[in-house]
Nanobody, 127 residues
Framework: HLRLVESGGGSVQAGGSLRLSCAASGYTYSMAWFRQAPGKEREGVAAIYTGAGGITYYADSVKGRFTISQDNAKNTVYLQMNNLKPEDTAMYYC??????????????????????WGQGTQVTVSS
């Protein structure tokens, strides 16, 4: 059973930066970050195909500000978040799948494609 351990998150002022980490206990094909704000649906933020050369996908709302990357030796992915905005405030969840995913952003950022989830880490951005 694959386990995901998240770290990072916290509180920051608008324009600041945070980095989230997610360590997997074994092989993954894709790892992704999702977020959920109070009263809103969970949305995909970024994904990286760890088992396919590190192809990355981003939600339009974070393009140019967030960067997802991987460290294969540590089975860990990182989400570097720059120029944070109050609307980025949410609980952030790491997710993973070991199965093949099609190379499309709508697939990569679909929560239904991921069977393994972390416990979540809070990100709060104040104005």
């Amino acid at each position: 059973h694959l386990r995901l351990v998240e770290s990072g998150g916290g509180s920051v002022q608008a324009g600041g930066s945070l980095r989230l980490s997610c360590a997997a206990s074994g092989y993954t094909y894709s790892m992704a970050w999702f977020r959920q704000a109070p009263g809103k649906e969970r949305e995909g933020v970024a994904a990286i195909y760890t088992g396919a050369g590190g192809i990355t996908y981003y939600a339009d709302s974070v393009k140019g500000r967030f960067t997802i990357s991987q460290d294969n030796a540590k089975n860990t992915v990182y989400l570097q978040m720059n120029n944070l905005k109050p609307e980025d405030t949410a609980m952030y969840y790491c997710a993973a799948t070991v199965g093949f995913l099609g190379r499309m952003v709508v697939v990569a950022l679909s929560e239904y494609r991921y069977g393994y989830w972390g416990q979540g880490t809070q990100v709060t951005v104040s104005s």
